[in-house]
Every structure is written in C-alpha cells, then in structure tokens.
C-alpha cells in the first residue's frame, strides 16, 4: 500500500509552503481585498518563475511535464495561504480544457504561453442567476464569431482569453470556444462579489471571432470533463484553507481567556474544533482519492472527483463558519483575518457547480457504475 | 501513489492466502462445536503453525511479523467472517500488551504463549458504576493483607468475563491519596473464589457485557503491575492499545445496503431513490465512508513504510458509530410502518436495520463516548488544554460522588 506523495512530491510541498508564508501572509491578501488591483501581480510572478502554470503541462508544449500529484500539492498550499491568484482559472480550467481538447495546433499556439505565465486564461460558463445548463444558454455562436454575455466570470477582467460556452443546436446542446478578451468586441466590467480577494467580471461578446475547441454539440461533455478534474483541484485548495481555519481557531482559542480560563478548556470549543479536524481528515483523505484517480485518469474520476469535491466543500464551510463563531465578535471584524476563509470557502464551493450539484453528481456516478 | 503491495508485501500476502485456505476450519470440523470451542480450535491451529499473535516477538510465541504484515494477515483472515475471532480481542490487544510491558519475565513466559494459543482467555475489568468515562473515579477497594491484598466491589462492562479464564483489573488501594495517585494494577484468576459475574441484557437483546461482584477475593501480590500507587501509568499502556485496536468498525448498516434499499422501496409510488432528498443524504454517507476507507489506506501505507501512523487514525470511531446509527434510522424511515418489524423473515436485509439501529447506541458509548473521543482528538491531537479538574489533588475520599 502505498497511499501517500513520494518523498519528492512532500519536498515540493515544504517548498511551497514555505515560499507562501513568506511571500503570502494574510497581509497580502488583505491588500487585495482592500485596494484596486483584481491579483497579486508581483506573487504571479514568483508564481510563474517557479513554474507551477506549466506544472502538468507536457514538456513538448515549454511545460514541466509533472503530474498531477504535484498539481495538487501546490493546489492545497495555494489554498492553505488564500493566494489572491487567478490560478485556478488559468491552470485548473483554461489549461485543462486545452489539454483535453485543444487540436495540436491549438496546444501548440496557447499551452506554452500558458506555461510561461505570459498569458491568464479563464472559464466562462454562466449566465447570471442559478444553475447553467445547455438549455438555459443563451450565448451563441456560428463558425467564428460569438455573441452573448457572462456572468460571473472568475478572473474574467484580467485574463487574456477565456474557453466560452455557447449553446448548439446539435450534440449535447453546447459548443466550446477560445475567445481572445483583447478584443474591440469584447467589453468586461469587472464585479462586486462575496470575496473581493478573487475578482470577477462580466463580459459581453458582440460579434467577437471565436475559435471552436473541441468538436461541435459536445461543449457540454467537455466542460463536465474540466469540472471533474478541476474538482479535485478545487478540492485540495479547500482542504488546504479549511485548514487554516481549524489553525486560526485553535490559535485563538489557546490565548483567549474567558471566566478565567482559556476558552480552550471549554468542552464547547473542543467538541467545535474536534470536529472541524474530523471533517478537514475526511476530506482530505477523499482529496488522495480524487489525486490517484485524477493522476492515473482512472475511470472513476466522476465519482472520485465528486466525493472530494462534496467533502471538501462541506468542510471548509464548517471550519470557516465556525473559525469566525470561536473569535467571538472580533471574529465578525473586517480587521481581523478570519473573513477570508469564509469568504472564500463559498466562492470556492459556488464556481465549479455547488454542493447539491455535485452530490447529484455522484450519485449518478455511481448508478452509471453500478449498472455498468 | 498506488494502492499496490510492495513486492515483500505481495509474497506474504501469498503465503497467508495460501495458509488459509488449507486451514481454516471446515464446517464439519465445527460441527457441534460450540463458539468457544470453535474459536479456539482455530486460534491453537494458527499457533502450532506460527500464524497466531503475528506482531509478538516469537520468544512469547508470537511470529515477530512487521505491522503491515499484522495488518495483511488480518485482512486475509477477515474474509472468512469468522465471528469467534473476537473472544481473544481483550486478551491479545489489551491485556497481553500490558503484561509484556509490565510483568515479570516469568510471568510472561507462564502466560504470554497461553494467551497466544488461545488456551486461556482474558478479559478487562476497568469500568465501574461509578466510573466510566471518569474511569479513574473507580472505588473497587485493595486492601494489602500480608503478601496478599483483599478485593471488595463492583466492575461493570466487563466482555467476556463469563468466559474468561485471567483477567487485569485496576483497584482503589489508597482511598486517602488523590484520584489518580491512590490506583493499583493487578492480574487475576477469574474463577478466584468470591467473584460473581452476571451478564448485562442490553437493548439490542444481546448480552456482551457483565457485572462483576468482589466480595473479600485474594490475590497475590506478585500478581501486582508496576508499583503500588502507580496503577493509572498502567492503565494508559492497555488503554492506549485499545484505541490502537478500535478501528473504523466492520458490520453494519452501510452505504451499499442503504442505497439497495432505496432501489428497491417507493416513496409516492415512484422508487426512493429517484427522490432528491434521498440522493443528497446517500451522496454525504458516501463522502464519509469515503473518507474513512482513504484515511484507513494513508495509515495503512504508515504501516507500509514503518512508521507509526498519524492522528488521521484516531477519528474512526467517532465517525462511524454515529453513522452507523443515523443510516439505520433512515432506513427504518424509507421501510415506513414495516420499519417497526423486525423479523429476519419479514424484514429487509433479514432486519440488518432494525439490529444496527438497536445496537447503534452501544457502538457510540463503549470503549470511550462520543464526547471523550472528541477530547480526545481536541487534547491529544489539536493539542488544546484539559478542562479545569475539580477533584484535583483531593484525597479520593473526600470528592462529591452525588448532590446532597
């Protein structure tokens, strides 16, 4: 049995965590959520220079040609730190989607500026409110040119082109395009969101020139085929920031003192944080599930992925919610830390299609495995 | 990452398959054997052939096997569903641990390979009426007499103890001391006279457990572990050990059977699992079974590489007993009025609902409540501080047992 990152991968892992703590303290992303700017660009950076944007991406294309294994350590220390990154848009999501179904051309044309950071991608799927389907699309497309608007769009502002669903009167009811954003055409506007420290936008495509990724009728296969495997991404950057919420309520729990005692040695607060431990272990055991299926494309991704993404989802909104309820009325402050776990822990658990969906998800995963 | 066996892993894997299947007792061979009987019929076969005990060192008729080969042997085993397994639980997890630490070299030299064989079987007499999770609030009075001590009170449950040949059990043998300091460690003959066990029906209609009644029973005082006063250091080796034993827990109600029933069962005419609320409450038990099959493969690769595993370890119980028990209860709701049957020839899966939800609560209790293991985790694993003790450093005669 060998369930567990390679000595190589938890090197990479003490590299990472340390870098962020060092160059991504909660100040730096306070900074964001604060002022102007939608991303870190000097962390981008570093980021890049390190070569995680080209970690999974074959060394034919200027990537690292790393698996998916070291994706998801980096995955869980970005989110351990709440980087202010548009990392999950440009590698879980615009890179996926070309390396699932980019032609060679396309690979060749997008895949190594991608690598090199030189580029941001983004996913853009919905339409305002509720849940996205091929029927509700209104975005449209013929050979070229793509009309329609999106919203939200995360890193939508900032990034260079994005991977756009457009409905299809053939197939599964959706077609797949690349659109560059710098385009005439193309008008963004950026948005207030629940989490400032990640930015959104909408953009509105008036006729811009679209390139078809993939083949037409089956945008909708695809982008259930990215959300699988950004699924476990998502899943191990939640678990990484549930962690930090468990770290932050215990740290305070320790150092608080109510009727004369740390609040610490109230069974209360023990049974709380107990509990947040057991689901951040549980998830986090589902994350290892999704990371083998997704790094050796087992055919139960869906249900891997889905297992984690649901666990994952539910324990950072327990270890982010109940972060805030230990620090008491501070906790409920914009000067203290603990809003940014809450905060992203919904974004997290709403972009990739919410709780409810997934588990819907999984549980036809495994009827089709069953039946099978 | 892989869920494979190392290559030594896979050859032992092998060698005890292989051993099984030529040696695990046949139907006729059990033929009116009873559980007892059966159960050592197997264990003294596994002993003579140098499968029993497989982590001991072989001195104390052990086979000196690595963990993960323990581990190994024991999924193997499992396959057979062999019931009986479970008499020599308490003798070989807990008590066998604490003698090899604590005993004499003689002592353990008379009864280790007894307890690896099977020959004899142990039992734990820790908990008291008046101390369960506060197991070290205990009152069973040692009273030194001569070379021997004296033993007057009352243990409570005790598995096993109608069966048991030896058992450990810890005593109240300074009343005037605090707490913790006041406790003394000994082993015991169960059939010593003056020892009355009455089995515990429980709710579930079973009866596992036992009251034990001491009325002036002498033992030794060479029987005694470590020193006098020193009885609750002991204590922490078998208790340790029993949570190293507690593992995510077989049986049961689980997903497969819950997701089988709503397949099966209509709600408005239409099959449950067609139901939306159905569907989400199934996906969450998946996530969590998941969950503790994955914890339970990252401690097993632990194991894999020598190591000790981490704390993800400790939270199975705590998951699963509670699990166990609100499966249980939906499953009674999908059934609806016949929920209420429990009949193996009327019921689903022959009242596997009905037997899980009545055993459930026992599952969330015995071998350390839900809320002490949520301490814990808290203490021993998050590190967070004990609560405020107000029997500290009081003489043990002297804390309040009740309002007054």
Sequence with gaps: MNFEFSEEQNLLREQASGFLKDHCSTKVVRKILDGDESYDQELWTKVVEMGWTATVIPEEYD??????????????????????????????????????????????????????????????????????????????????????????????????????FAACDSGDGASTYLVDLNQSSVSRQKLDTIDPSRSHAKIDFAGASAELLGKEGEGWALLNNIYDRAAVLFAWEQVGGAETALEMAKDYAMGRFAFGRPIATYQAIKHKLANMYVKNTLAKSNC??????????????????????????????????????????????????????????????????SEPVWQEKLIKAIETGRAA | MDFEDTAEEAAFRKEARDWL????????????????????????????????????????????????????????????????LGVFAIGHGMCAPTMMAWATEEQNKRFIPKLASGEEIWCQMFSEPAGGSDLAALRTRGEKDGDEWIINGQKIWTSGAHYADWGVIVLRTDPSAPKHQGLTYFFLDMKSPGIEIKPIKQISGGANFNEIY?????????????????????????????????????????????????QNINIDDEPAISDKTVRRKLADWYVTESGLKYTGYRSLSALSRGEIPGPENSIGKLVGAPKQQDMASFALDLLESSGAIWDPELSAEAGLFQATYMAAPGGRIAGGTDEIMANIVAERVLGMPQDIRVDKGIPFSEIPTANS
């Excluded at chain 1, 690979?107 to 983004?122: D, F, Q, R, V, Y």
């Design chain 1, 63 to 164: 990537g690292l040609g790393m698996s998916y294994l070291e994706l998801c350590v980096i995955a869980e220390e970005l989110g351990r730190s709440l980087a202010p990154l548009p990392f999950s848009s440009s590698v879980y999501l615009a890179t996926e989607a070309l390396l699932v179904a980019g032609s060679k051309e396309q690979k060749e044309e997008w895949l190594p500026k991608l690598a090199s950071g030189s580029i941001i991608g983004c996913l853009a799927a919905g339409e305002g409110k509720g849940q996205v389907t091929p029927k509700s699309l209104t975005t449209s497309a013929d050979a070229s040119s793509l009309s329609g608007s999106k919203l939200p769009v995360a890193d939508g502002d900032i990034a260079d082109f994005a991977v756009v």
């Design chain 1, 288 to 353: 290892y599930y999704g990371a083998w299926a997704l790094s050796t494309n087992a055919p139960e991704l869906p249900i891997a992925a889905a297992t984690a993404r649901v666990g994952a989802i539910q324990a950072y909104y327990f270890a982010s919610k109940e972060n805030i309820q230990t620090h008491g009325g501070m906790g409920f402050t914009w000067e203290f830390d603990c809003q940014f776990p809450y905060r992203r822990s919904k974004l997290l658990s709403i972009n990739i299609g």
């Design chain 2, 21 to 84: 299947a030529a040696n695990v007792p046949t139907k006729e061979e059990k033929e009116g054997l009873d559980f007892l009987a059966a159960a050592k019929l197997w264990q003294k076969r596994k002993y003579d052939a140098g499968w029993a005990a497989l982590r001991w060192p072989k001195e104390h008729g052990g086979r000196g096997a690595t963990a993960i080969e323990a581990v190994i042997f024991g999924q193997e085993e499992s396959k057979y569903q062999m019931v009986e």
């Design chain 2, 214 to 262: 001491f009325t002036d029973v002498r033992v030794s005082d060479s029987q005694r572990l470590g020193e006098v006063g020193q009885g609750w250091q002991v204590a922490l080796t078998t208790l340790m050990n029993e949570r190293a034993a507690i593992g995510s827990g077989g049986g049961g109600v689980n997903f497969k059977s819950v997701f089988k029933l709503a």
